[in-house]
């Protein structure tokens, strides 16, 4: 309002830098690496995934370790590129959840903007405790989880209520909603860039 906007960083900005030190940090050290083909094949009891990184490791012709690599490589420029589908499908979400509210799509957008940066952030600051109990499904990851989860309602339902100035108790409502669409959003989009990731390199 007093004409500083170049003190104060813009939503997109925000949002895509905090992304990129959080992909940064969960990717860098193996043992809290998400989006890493091997914490998935460690966390197998299965052997599904193990086996089916043989078999493409066979018909492609190289060593295992090479492919899993390349997997991880390409996985994380998907999940890069689809980020900005992340911050849409939510806009969307709050489009449907405020549909009576009048507000332009841009606002939503804003929104979508302002949470996903926290969520983020959230990651970031909780990457040392990560580093001490590790990604894998564990009691005390379950718990780490459980608590961030948590943290991100209680941000949403305040930010909900704050811009929507809706009751509390329909806010309420709205951000269990628009938080459990949120998390299958961000599900979403790891599968969809895993299966996009397979695609490119058993087809290439």
């Known amino acids: 309002m007093r004409?500083?906007?170049?003190?104060?960083?813009?939503?997109?900005k925000l949002c895509i830098?905090?992304?990129?030190i959080s992909l940064f940090v969960y990717t860098i050290y193996k043992p809290v690496a998400v989006y890493n083909l091997e914490t998935f094949i460690e966390s197998d009891q299965t052997g599904t995934w193990i086996s089916l990184i043989n078999e493409l490791a066979g018909k492609k012709q190289i060593p295992q370790d090479i492919l899993i690599e390349k997997v991880n490589e390409k996985w994380?420029?998907?999940?890069?590129?689809?980020?900005?589908t992340n911050v849409i499908f939510f806009a969307l979400l709050l489009q449907i959840a405020y549909m009576f509210s009048k507000r332009y799509?841009?606002?939503?957008?804003?929104?979508?903007l302002h949470f996903l940066s926290f969520s983020f952030l959230s990651t970031i600051i909780l990457w040392p405790v990560y580093l001490f109990v590790g990604v894998q499904i564990t009691t005390a990851n379950l718990l780490v989880n459980f608590f961030a989860m948590?943290?991100?309602?209680?941000?949403?339902?305040?930010?909900?209520?704050?811009?929507?100035k809706q009751s509390s108790a329909m806010t309420l409502l709205k951000t269990a909603l628009l938080y459990l669409?949120?998390?299958?959003i961000v599900l979403s989009i790891m599968i969809t860039t895993l299966i996009l990731t397979f695609l490119h390199i058993f087809l290439s």
Not at 151 to 164: M, P
């Open 3 to 12: 004409g500083r906007k170049s003190r104060y960083l813009t939503p997109l």
């Open 17 to 20: 830098i905090v992304f990129a």
């Open 76 to 84: 994380q420029v998907y999940v890069s590129w689809l980020q900005i």
């Open 105 to 112: 799509f841009v606002e939503h957008l804003i929104f979508s």
């Open 150 to 164: 948590v943290v991100g309602i209680v941000y949403l339902f305040f930010a909900l209520r704050n811009v929507y």
């Open 181 to 184: 669409g949120s998390y299958l």
